[in-house]
């Protein structure tokens, strides 16, 4: 449906009222533009900000009043394309598989699955088959669910809007709009284009998805500017894609459509860093790209510090694993059968942790699915890992650290009294928090405050429970509290907020006789109410102090304790306004006149206002100092906001004083050379009115110190920085869709606390990664040592005789240790997670503790396990020593019997020690029977091995199954190839009692002289 409609706005209209479309005066000469030949291009004014409106119209050839002609939209939506912005190049399904695919371990399990089938053991191909696709699955459904919620996330087109066509207003797709379109705006729109704007009423802006301020933009549509490069900030006649309309309505002509608009430009901008790094867009350099990132993940010159480590580590274990074949073949005189053949293969395969893949895999999946409780969305799982050991967090300030939402925090009266607004867990809730006196302030006085703060004001504050929901399908919008709804520019909310804790209603109530809405250009405005037939008038008026001082009619000792009291609330961090009334008497027209309204003026109070930080902040910037990682503050606001912001929040603190360079704006930081830069003691912990350039200098500086870095934010801004730095955090509720596509991980909640979490679970994922790293080294060196060592045991034809069968060796390594493995990756948090310094990045997961604690145990398990064979092979009772008998290597017969005992109680000895060592690599340096500080004495350690309840039961699974797997005919002595035990589980026992005496030996000595405990702290830029 449409109607006709003038783009022309009534100046005295009230801004806040409906935004109903009226006629168009009768005039023969107002037609809708001729439709161009679709091959005549429109001129694009370059710099729109430059020229008058009518001078753009007449560049895009476009009506000013009536917009464009239906055949011209559809000609030009057909030579441009939708508007639409395309953000960086996503993960497609294929993208996802090769990042699961092309890893060393992945790469060495297939070779080992092709050696294993070449010689026909289809049962261990298989088993190692089977790993690698549950690994591969694992992944891919995890980030492909990751990214499919990412999509759901994407909220920042508006999907539909007003504009002027023919003449005609009619609702379209925001997409359908072309340069020339004319839209219209209104209070909550969200601005579908880039527009120059043409005409407007009280237009104000909330443009922080782009400069990160969150006070709202005065629009000036008249202004012109001469200088085309100024911020885009300044440039207040024009209305960037993405912002959303606080007051007022407007008209604007369609610029910029889709990736030419600011945020396309900033998004295109991503788009041609990935093009460069490809060398292209075809389907050639797609492909030749992804075989070059492949190659480089697979060599551990790319990715995540986890990636890296252990690309690197399966490349030194695959040559391992042929150096020990070899050796094999040589100790055969390369006699090449095929149990040879064989063996050699399974002592390879015993380098390699074949379940390490698979576990890790799996506990990254679980760490995600516990982040999603904790309101992160991980859209990599590397990146889980990553975020545990990050020195340095550099957050903007606007909707991240604080709430994104302004409040009047301080109020001072003419009397001399003092307000505070304390304990606000919510801005918009008029009943959240209390409201402090210095002294109880007269009647008199705060009403006529309070009066003047809810009729000087045009935004709307409604209780949410006793109103229906705006229609979804509107393209009106509003910002939604947990009961409240409000529509407005910030400021007037905040104000019309604390009049309502007293009682003032919500929404204007009428007697409105004149409004002079604010203006940059006199940073003041008034209403004018009054009753009909009443001669009296009362004037509100608010504005900045240092505008409405002159028009006060009081004494000059007052001015100044007004001047002084504004400069001391400024200090602090606020926006301070003045506020002041007065009754208007004489000819009703001179309520039409602005220099005879505001004149004369009595003071009633200054409003000190601030977008107050979130009440969690404080607390998690506290976490993140004694965690050792260091928050940097990079915002577009004023220095002094900024800096009032740090302090509360902790990020400087203010017991201490403040070094030089500590805080700094983003001029005086790019006036340094990356030298000058890198000379300082430390980065500066607040940079205020940031660019997005200035933000990616930041993290380039901070890499250079050896940092890793994460940048938090919600705005199209963001992105570039977010792309830099190591991991990137969007917020998934207010954030951009540019944003969230720049990001390795996205925030539901927008909460910076939630960042905390997010390193919690990196860090405790990190912990475990070493414990059943530790877990499953132990075993492949244990199993080595055996292996290569138990080549010496001959028999009568000087053929070794192998202490495992093959089937034994891949037993332990995926069906006895996978589950152990898998358990000790669920292990909880330990309690001092968050109190200590974050790992060094450079010896990643292989620490010198995790080497030497693998030594130790890998040496003693083997040891023992060696003993345990040469025990029942070599001396037991009715025996005596003499060469094995020969053709025990491939199946049972009564001269063969004490090889396969002794290989039983081998194969027993090494489960049960691996089943043991689950339990005490659970903590590195305390003793397994007195692990848990919260309990105490000789049966503490069952609470200890009770907690984590997957591991419990993935031990007594263990210990159970080795039972049948010893004693159930044709299984034994066909498949395992070994003899059920009688007397020699006294040697296995004795055997692990051993164990677990050496171990805790071990650790008591770690304790007396603290190996393996770091000290270090970073300093505050993570060098």
């Not at 009294?417 to 007269?442: C, E």
């Not at 938090?712 to 540019?738: C, F």
């Not at 692990?931 to 210990?959: C, H, I, Q």
Request: net charge neutral; proline share 5%; aromatic share 6%.
């Amino acid at each position: 449906m449409r109607e006709t409609v003038s783009a022309s706005t009534d100046g005295a209209e009230h801004a806040n009222s409906s935004s109903t479309d009226s006629p168009a005066p009768a005039n023969p000469d107002d037609k809708p533009p001729i439709a161009e030949p679709p091959d005549v291009a429109t001129e694009k004014p370059s710099c729109p900000h430059t020229l008058p409106a009518d001078h753009v119209a007449q560049k895009l050839r476009t009506d000013a009043r009536h917009g464009l002609s239906d055949e011209e939209a559809a000609a030009r939506l057909a030579r441009d394309g939708p508007n639409a912005v395309k953000a960086a190049t996503g993960a497609s399904l294929w993208g996802l598989f090769l990042q699961q695919v092309a890893n060393a371990l992945t790469l060495v399990l297939v070779a080992v699955a092709g050696l294993s089938f070449a010689i026909n053991d289809y049962v261990e191909g298989g088993v190692v088959i089977a790993v690698i696709v549950l690994n591969i699955a694992v992944g891919l459904i995890q980030e492909y669910r990751a990214e499919q919620t990412i999509q759901a996330l994407y909220a920042l087109s508006t999907p539909r809007c007003k504009v002027i066509r023919n003449g005609c207003s009619e609702t379209v797709k925001a997409q359908t709009l072309v340069k020339g379109d004319l839209v219209s705006l209104s209070t909550g729109d969200v601005v579908p284009a880039d527009l120059r704007l043409v005409q407007g009423v009280n237009i104000a802006m909330d443009e922080a998805h782009l400069t990160g301020e969150s006070a709202a933009i005065k629009k000036m549509p008249d202004a012109v500017f001469a200088d085309a490069d100024m911020p885009v900030g300044d440039r207040t006649n024009l209305a960037f894609f993405g912002s959303s309309v606080t007051r007022g309505r407007a008209t604007g002509i369609v610029v910029s459509t889709g990736m030419d608009t600011e945020v396309g430009q900033i998004a295109d901008m991503l788009r041609r860093r990935d093009k460069r790094e490809r060398g292209g867009d075809g389907s050639a350099a797609r492909a030749f790209w992804s075989v070059y990132k492949s190659l480089r993940r697979i060599l551990g010159l790319d990715g995540t510090p986890l990636q890296v480590t252990l690309s690197k580590f399966a490349l030194f274990l695959f040559g391992l694993a042929i150096l020990f074949a070899i050796i094999v073949f040589s100790v055969s005189q390369w006699a090449l059968h095929d149990n040879v053949l064989l063996y050699g293969i399974c002592v390879g395969v015993a380098v390699i942790p074949e379940s390490l893949l698979a576990v890790l895999t799996l506990s990254m999946a679980v760490a995600s699915k516990a982040m999603v409780k904790g309101h992160v969305i991980v859209r990599r799982m590397p990146c889980l890992e990553a975020v545990g050991g990050v020195t340095n967090i550099c957050s903007d300030k606007t909707g991240t650290l604080t709430q994104g939402r302004m409040i009047t925090r301080t109020v001072w009266l003419r009397e001399g009294l003092t307000g505070t607004v304390d304990g606000s867990s919510d801005p918009h809730n008029p009943s959240s928090g209390s409201v402090s006196w210095s002294a109880s302030p007269a009647r008199s006085c705060i009403n006529a405050f309070l009066c003047s703060l809810a009729h000087c004001n045009n935004a709307s504050v409604t209780d949410g429970r006793k109103e229906a929901e705006t229609d979804s399908s509107s393209v009106v919008t509003a910002f939604e509290s947990t009961q409240w709804k409000v529509v407005g520019e910030p400021t007037e909310i905040a104000l019309k907020v604390f009049a309502m804790r007293f009682g003032r209603p919500g929404t204007f109530l009428g007697g409105l006789v004149a409004e002079h809405p604010f203006d940059s250009s006199c940073k003041l405005m008034s209403v004018v109410c009054g009753r009909p037939l009443d001669p009296q008038r009362r004037v509100h008026t608010k504005g900045a102090v240092e505008v409405m001082l002159p028009l006060l009619d009081e004494s000059d000792e007052l001015k100044r304790a007004i001047d002084d009291k504004a400069e001391e609330l400024a200090a602090g961090g606020l926006r301070v306004l003045c506020v002041a009334d007065k009754v208007m008497t004489g000819c009703p027209d001179d309520a039409q006149d602005r220099a005879k309204v505001e004149s004369g003026l009595r003071f009633l109070g200054l409003a000190g206002l601030y977008d107050p930080p979130r009440p969690e902040t404080a607390g998690a910037v506290r976490q993140c100092r004694r965690a050792g990682i260091s928050v940097h503050m990079v915002t577009g606001d004023h220095i002094k906001t900024a800096t009032a912001m740090a302090y509360e929040v902790g990020i400087l603190s203010k017991d201490a004083p403040r070094a030089p360079g500590t805080v700094m704006s983003a001029a005086d930081f790019a006036s340094l050379s990356d030298e000058q830069v890198d000379a300082m003691e430390s980065l500066p912990a607040v940079i205020a009115r940031c660019s997005p350039l200035t933000k990616v200098r930041v993290i380039q500086a901070l890499h250079r110190r050896g940092a890793f870095c994460v940048m938090t934010g919600d705005g199209v801004n963001d992105s570039p920085a977010l792309k830099q730095a190591d991991v990137g955090i969007a917020m998934g509720d207010r954030g951009s869709d540019v944003a969230k596509e720049a990001s390795e991980m996205v925030l539901t909640d927008d909460n910076f606390a939630s960042i905390v979490t997010g390193i919690r679970e990196g860090r405790r994922l990190a912990d475990n990664i070493q414990k059943f790293l530790l877990h499953l080294l132990t075993s492949n060196l244990a199993q080595v040592i055996l292996l290569l060592i138990g080549l010496v045991f001959k028999d009568e034809e000087n053929m070794s005789v192998f202490p495992l069968s093959p089937l034994e060796i891949l037993w332990a390594n995926l069906v006895t240790s996978s589950p152990l493995a898998l358990g000790l990756g669920l292990e909880e948090a330990q309690p001092d997670i968050l109190e200590r310094p974050p790992r060094s990045l450079r010896t990643g997961v292989f620490t010198l503790d995790l080497v030497r604690d693998q030594l130790m145990y890998g040496t003693m398990m083997g040891s023992l396990c060696l003993a345990s064979f040469m025990l029942v092979a070599y001396v037991q009772p009715y025996r005596g020593y003499r060469l094995l008998p020969s053709g025990c290597n491939n199946g049972a017969s009564d001269a063969c019997d004490a090889v396969f005992r002794a290989r039983g109680t081998t194969f027993a000895t090494l489960s049960f020690l691996l089943l043991v060592t689950a339990w005490e690599v659970k903590s590195s340096h305390r003793s397994l029977f007195a692990m848990d500080e919260r309990r105490a004495g000789p049966l503490s350690v069952f609470w200890t091995v009770y907690r984590n309840k997957f591991l419990f039961w993935a031990v007594v699974g263990g210990f159970t199954v080795t039972f049948p797997i010893i004693y159930m005919p044709l299984l034994n002595t066909s498949v395992f190839k070994h003899q059920g035990l009688g007397w020699e589980w006294g040697v296995v026992l004795g055997c692990v009692a051993a164990y677990v005496v050496a171990v805790e030996a071990w650790k008591a000595v770690k304790r007396r002289f603290a190996l393996g405990v770091d000290s270090h702290l970073p300093n505050r830029d993570g060098a």
